[in-house]
Nanobody, 119 residues
Framework: QVQLVESGGGLVQAGGSLRLSCAAS????????MGWFRQAPGKEREFVAA????????YYADSVKGRFTISRDNAKNTVYLQMNSLKPEDTAVYYC????????????WGQGTQVTVSS
């Protein structure tokens, strides 16, 4: 059982910045990938960004490349999403995700945190 605790959501004006955090309770994350998904009202949940814990490889949706940065802190078992140049279309509930890649695949979700970007 892995617990994910998210924080950092809120209201921000277009062009502003926000940083999301997600702390994982896992003993070790060496065989894990973590990332963020988002879901706007009436829309499907979509991938935003992810990072492999072992080597730090990162992946981004085209819609956020150049604006968002995902990073990790090994000592804190925490992943961050730095969001810059925010747009109204970034408004959504953002969900932290953690996936164990080995030896057995498993997946966990955070509660979600609301991000609202006003125009």
């Amino acid at each position: 059982q892995v617990q994910l605790v998210e924080s950092g959501g809120g209201l921000v004006q277009a062009g502003g910045s926000l940083r999301l955090s997600c702390a994982a309770s896992a003993r070790t994350l060496s065989q894990w990938a973590m990332g963020w998904f988002r879901q706007a009202p009436g829309k499907e949940r979509e991938f935003v960004a992810a990072i492999k814990w072992r080597d730090g490889s990162t992946y981004y949706a085209d819609s956020v490349k150049g604006r968002f940065t995902i990073s990790r802190d090994n000592a804190k078992n925490t992943v961050y999403l730095q969001m810059n140049s925010l747009k109204p279309e970034d408004t959504a509930v953002y969900y932290c995700n953690a996936e164990r890649l080995s030896p057995r695949r498993s997946n966990y979700w955070g509660q979600g945190t609301q991000v609202t970007v006003s125009s």
